[in-house]
């Protein structure tokens, strides 16, 4: 069981404060001034994929609901949060369109299913800490390499938004592994399955990978490739490991700069 919030100590009416006054709109968004002589083949390819890892805001969503039915605060922060990833989307979907492409929306629905939960809820928190920093990361360099100014531009806006659901996400991790200290060595499972390899390896290309729907259309996977193949400078991938590997030492107190030392953390905290 989840103790109740302190009195007046709801963390999800600080965050919704926040996004209320600085959050923002998508019709602010110049759609009209898209510079299509400037848009390449692989923008297209690349924002095909935000929507993609996008869309899944629904299952996600669900998915917390179902796993965090006893805790109201980390709820309320799920659907202020599902509101942004929702608004990620359909930019993502409004910027293609400006440039007369379409969305496969067969691909968008077989995104539905909720998340099953991770392990532990603190692994399932410590997983989204990893999905923001990720595109965070991605969505910066992106935007920073696109030079067509409306999605330079909506780039940045979402990578700023990913930056502050890392955060979040983090402060109720630490929450929660404050009440449940046993949980530690599944957030150490979570961190090293992600960082371990010389990819990009993103949740939502885990858990829907091999769908049939997404046989013919682009997938988060694909933007990734072709994030590395094409716009990451080299040491980019170990820029963003390092920084999640950082996060997490922050949030559990181990030494895990290195994947050697994670395993090292986990060993002590399993032994
Ligand atoms: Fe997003
Ligand atoms: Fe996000």
């Known amino acids: ?50 929507v993609m890892g996008e869309s899944n805001v629904i299952a996600a969503v669900h998915g917390f609901l179902n796993e965090f039915a006893e805790d109201y605060d980390f709820s309320a922060f799920a659907v202020i949060w599902g509101y942004q990833e929702v608004q990620h989307h359909y930019a993502f979907t409004s910027w293609l ?64 938004d990913e930056a502050g659901h890392a955060r979040e996400f983090r402060h109720f991790a630490a929450k929660r592994l404050e009440e449940h200290p046993e949980e530690v060595a599944s957030v150490l499972e979570t961190l090293y399955f992600y960082t371990s390899d010389d990819k990009i390896k993103h949740p939502v ?42 996060t997490f030492g922050s949030l559990t107190g181990h030494d895990l700069s290195s994947n050697r030392a994670v395993r090292r953390a986990l060993a002590t905290v399993l032994g």
């Open 97 to 160: 369109q400006a440039v007369g492409e379409e969305v496969d929306n067969r691909a968008v629905a077989a995104m539905r299913a909720p998340y099953d939960p991770g392990s532990t809820p603190s692994a399932t928190l410590a997983t989204n800490i990893i999905s923001e920093l990720t595109v965070n990361h991605v969505y910066r360099a992106v935007s920073a390499w696109v030079e067509e100014p409306v999605l330079k531009d909506l780039l940045l806006r979402a990578s700023r």
């Open 205 to 246: 290309g885990v858990f829907k990978a091999g769908l049939d729907e997404l046989a013919e259309t682009e997938t988060i996977d694909t933007g990734f490739e072709l994030f590395l193949d094409t716009v990451a400078d080299s040491g980019e991938l170990d820029e963003l490991q390092n920084k999640i590997r950082r």
């Open 1 to 50: 069981m989840t103790a109740a919030p302190d009195m007046g100590r709801m963390h999800s009416l600080e965050v919704f404060r926040h996004y209320d006054k600085n959050h923002w709109r998508l019709f602010t968004l110049p759609l009209a001034e898209v510079e299509r002589a400037l848009v390449k083949p692989e923008y297209v390819t690349l924002v095909k994929s935000a």
